[in-house]
């Protein structure tokens, strides 16, 4: 290489590492995007629990303290109105955000009857993806 195309090796080479930064960004910006517009691929209640909820409610579902309260969800008596949840998940209630643009039906029934049904909680009556629907 001359000391010429040295010279102009960071013209060149800054352009190329800019679109390739903007490229990637935009990738990730692409996939969240994905994500908040319903496309969470997981369909299980207890994969959906995992994948989205149990980062606040953790794992146990017994909730936390810190930043901010999340309340428990582990032998929680406000569940045994299947309206209550349902409606929590779909519009979103204080510091949770609504989950309704970003969930099926059916997505929403699974970690609804997931939750119902598990940690403590013992409701039998199944939540149905019309149910969810109705409340939309």
Same mark, same amino acid.
């Given at each position: ?8 090796? *960071? ?14 960004? @935009?990738? %990730?910006?692409? %996939?969240? !995007? ?6 969470? *691929? !997981? !369909?299980? @209640? ?14 146990? &579902? ?13 032998? +929680?008596?406000?569940? &045994? ?25 059916? !997505?929403? &029934? ?9 940690? @403590? +909680?013992?409701? %039998? ?7 969810? +629907?109705?409340?939309?």
């Amino acid at each position: 290489m001359s000391a010429r195309s040295w010279r102009l090796l *960071p013209a060149i080479a800054l352009p190329v590492i800019a679109m390739l930064t903007v490229a990637t960004l @935009g990738a %990730r910006t692409s %996939r969240s !995007q994905e994500i908040f517009a319903g496309k969470y *691929p !997981q !369909q299980t @209640g207890e994969d959906l629990f995992r994948s989205i909820c149990q980062g606040c409610h953790m794992p146990d &579902a017994k909730g936390a303290i810190g930043a901010g309260t999340y309340p428990a969800l582990a032998a +929680n008596p406000r569940l &045994a109105a299947a309206i209550y949840p349902v409606t929590v998940v779909l519009h979103g209630q204080r510091a949770m955000p609504p989950f309704g643009e970003s969930l099926s039906d059916e !997505q929403i &029934a699974n970690v609804l009857n997931y939750v119902r049904s598990h940690f @403590g +909680n013992r409701y %039998r009556d199944l939540i149905t993806p019309a149910a969810v +629907n109705a409340r939309r």
